[in-house]
Nanobody, 113 residues
Framework: QVHLVESGGGLVQSGGSLRLSCLAS????????MTWYRQAPGKEREWVAT???????NYENSVKGRFTISRDNAKNTVFLQMNSLKPEDTAVYYC???????WGQGTQVTVSS
């Protein structure tokens, strides 16, 4: 059985940084596409970033240059480094593994102005 567990969210001031982690169990992330989504209050869940098994990454336009998705295969963990955070980045952030259509439980990120 595959599970995803996110961590690393919190409250940060505008301009600050956070690093989110997504620990996968039951399946190797190295051979899977891994993604991050977010959902702000009153809004639909939106895609943020993807890392392919090849290591190629893609980002939603509003986070390009500020967020970095990466993975540590030995730890079976995907990361989302978020820099220069803005109040509009406030959301619950979810890790998603498309192969299994599997979501993590989410981690709250709040950016104060």
């Amino acid at each position: 059985q595959v599970h995803l567990v996110e961590s690393g969210g919190g409250l940060v001031q505008s301009g600050g940084s956070l690093r989110l982690s997504c620990l996968a169990s039951g399946s190797a992330i190295s051979t899977n596409i891994m993604t991050w989504y977010r959902q702000a209050p009153g809004k639909e869940r939106e895609w943020v970033a993807t890392i392919l098994s090849s290591g190629v990454t893609n980002y939603e336009n509003s986070v390009k240059g500020r967020f970095t998705i990466s993975r540590d295969n030995a730890k079976n963990t995907v990361f989302l480094q978020m820099n220069s955070l803005k109040p509009e980045d406030t959301a619950v952030y979810y890790c998603y593994m498309p192969l299994y259509r599997l979501w993590g439980q989410g981690t709250q990120v709040t950016v104060s102005s």
